[in-house]
């Protein structure tokens, strides 16, 4: 009898999330709890070595000796590259391709990514962009970079205080907050032609943007009304309605990948605390964080839909990961303000190294490996993974 | 430690029918020296609310360009930042009057009182003048969380002026959150200084 409830129960869990449910809800699992894939790497030189060595290792690789790898990458550059993926049990090749017609961080890039997505399934992200804020002390600037750092070029020039960039999907559009014309106003920039909006120029606070995942909408924090309340709006600053209607403060809304929800920071409860809303207004619900305290701020929804990764302070912060419905919470790692990859396993986030001053770092959240990535001269902090 | 793919769905699944039966090991918060216990709330320190109901606080109606609300929670709508378009910055007439906040706080302290008294009998000497505003916030919190923090600290102030008989309309706020100290450092000397709301007066462009 009970043997049957059970499986009833089961059957209906599958039913509801999916018949792979029971692995991927694994908390202990997901949060530091996977082994990394050792592989060999030989052949190669230089800098087109060293991009293959960080690439693969924030992906889940470990390089290691021939003899101890499950997979064996070899090859060569020069005017090209060439690269191998042998399978060191069976000696089958798994990967074998030339590169050509880039340059050499690039062709790196593309073989790592390739053997990424070969040997995990899952889509590299080495050719990836990250926005960030880039802090000079009286001024700040936005920048966007590779997502290891590599590249960095600031795309405001405001001599002002900027804040929170976000970027839309596929990367065509860039939001964020600036101070330029002497109050928090939320900007929409296009890269490709250089043309820059004003999204939000209200009396109080405008800032926090994020970009629904169909590039359609704008969710942001406005005070106009009172307090700093979570609004939506159109791409282009029209149809603004606010979401939230709440005494207290809110702060750092993300979008759920259907763009149905919304998760925010709120101090409705008293500490500040994880709660969702239908975009379209209406109740708000509090996420349950099981076992993680503190203030709870700044998260970000996966794209795969299945986590919420946020900031938790109670003397320092931690990066904190949930299941997007709420339930058992991990502590990963010593950081702030992260966004996820497009793989829905990697996060940039910043890190405080002492005397003011911030870096962003990679984690990757399966294995709990953290890599730091190329600075700039200032501070950096705020980043957001274009996806 | 394998099994726990298991549970947790069928966890899920049982709190998802309404029998919660989950066990919490809740770890509990490490504690913070001056860490609030509970929702902060305008007006519990020093003086009343103000609006709660259809108020609209009097004082200087005469200067009211804009109608703004005063919502039910206390707190006001913003008057449009067109009302305050080229006014000239006057930083020094009220740099004295800095209010500072607890930590992580936003409630202004009976202690900090008169130094808003002393604003307001200032913005009610001259009714041309109008006032910023500045919300800061120390660097022991997330960016964008000070950000609204800063925010809803000026707005306390701006609705502690508004009690004492200012025009909220005439009153615009500015939160930098952490972006722009008054003093370096990571210190208590330093967040002190930082958990701050500082008055600009705003003067009329002389004709």
């Given amino acids: 009898m009970k043997k049957r409830l059970m499986l009833q129960v089961l059957a209906w869990v599958s039913l509801v999330l999916g018949v792979r449910a029971a692995e991927e809800i694994d908390i202990e699992r997901l949060a530091g709890g996977v082994k990394t894939i050792p592989i060999s790497l030989s052949g190669f030189t230089g800098e087109v070595e060293s991009v293959l060595k960080f690439d693969l290792e924030i992906c889940g690789f470990s390089v290691v000796a021939a003899d101890k790898a499950q997979y064996w990458v070899s090859g060569s550059n020069g005017a090209s590259l060439v690269g191998r993926v042998t399978d060191r049990v069976s000696k089958a090749q798994v990967l074998g391709q030339e590169y050509r017609g880039a340059s050499p961080r690039t062709l790196a890039h593309t073989f790592a990514d390739d053997i990424i997505e070969k040997l995990t399934g899952v889509k590299g992200i080495a050719r990836t962009r990250i926005a960030f804020k880039g802090d000079f002390g009286k001024t700040s600037e936005i920048f966007v970079a590779d997502y290891d750092g590599h590249g960095a070029r600031a795309v405001t020039s405001d001599q002002s205080i900027v804040a929170a960039p976000n970027w839309g999907a596929g990367r065509k559009v860039l939001c964020f907050t600036s101070y330029m014309k002497d109050n928090p106003d939320v900007y929409v920039y296009y890269p490709a032609s250089g043309e820059r909006r004003i999204l939000a120029r209200y009396s109080g606070l405008n800032t926090s943007p994020a970009i629904s995942p169909d590039g359609s909408k704008v969710a942001l924090i406005c005070s106009k009304d009172g307090s700093p309340d979570v609004y939506v709006c159109d791409m282009d600053g029209k149809n603004l309605r606010r979401v939230t209607r709440t005494k207290e403060s809110e702060s750092s809304p993300c979008w759920s990948p259907d763009g149905r929800t919304l998760c925010f920071s709120s101090q409705v409860g008293g500490r500040a605390a994880l709660y969702k809303i239908s975009a379209e207004g209406g109740e708000m619900r509090r996420v349950s964080t099981v076992g993680v305290g503190g203030n709870l701020t700044e998260p970000d929804w996966s794209p795969d839909g299945k986590w919420i990764i946020f900031t938790s302070q109670t003397g320092g912060f931690d990066l904190c990961i949930v299941p997007a419905q709420g339930g058992e919470a991990k502590v990963l790692v010593a950081g702030e303000d992260p966004s996820w990859a497009p793989n829905s396993r990697t996060v940039v986030f910043t890190r405080r190294v002492g005397g003011g001053k911030r870096v962003l770092s990679l984690l990757d959240v399966p294995t709990k490996r953290v890599k730091d990535i190329a600075r700039i001269s200032g501070s950096s902090s705020q980043p957001s993974w274009g996806r | ?207």
């Fill in chain 2, 1 to 207: 430690m394998k099994r726990i793919g298991l549970i947790l769905p069928v966890a899920l699944c049982i709190f998802a029918l309404g029998m919660t039966g989950c066990k919490r090991t809740l770890k509990g918060p490490t504690p913070i020296p001056g860490q609030r216990a509970q929702v902060p709330r305008t007006g519990d320190e020093g003086f009343p609310p103000v609006g709660r109901g259809p108020v609209v606080p009097g004082g200087d109606d005469a200067s009211r360009t804009t109608r703004i609300g005063a919502n039910p929670d206390g707190t006001f709508s913003a008057t449009g930042l067109e009302e305050f378009e080229g006014m000239l910055k006057d930083p020094a007439a009220l740099a004295n009057y800095t209010v500072y906040f607890d930590f992580d706080r936003f409630n202004v302290k009976a202690s900090e009182r008169s130094k808003v008294e002393a604003v307001a009998a200032q913005l009610k000497g001259d009714m041309a003048n109008k006032l910023l505003i500045e919300g800061h916030c120390d660097s022991r919190g997330t960016e964008e969380y000070n950000r609204s923090l800063g925010e809803r600290r000026a707005q306390s102030l701006r609705e502690m002026l508004a009690h004492l008989g200012v025009g909220p309309e005439r009153i615009r706020t500015l939160s930098y959150g952490e972006d722009k100290p008054a003093v370096q450092g990571e210190n208590e000397e330093a967040w002190a200084k930082n958990r701050r709301g500082e008055f600009i007066l705003l003067r009329p462009k002389p004709q």
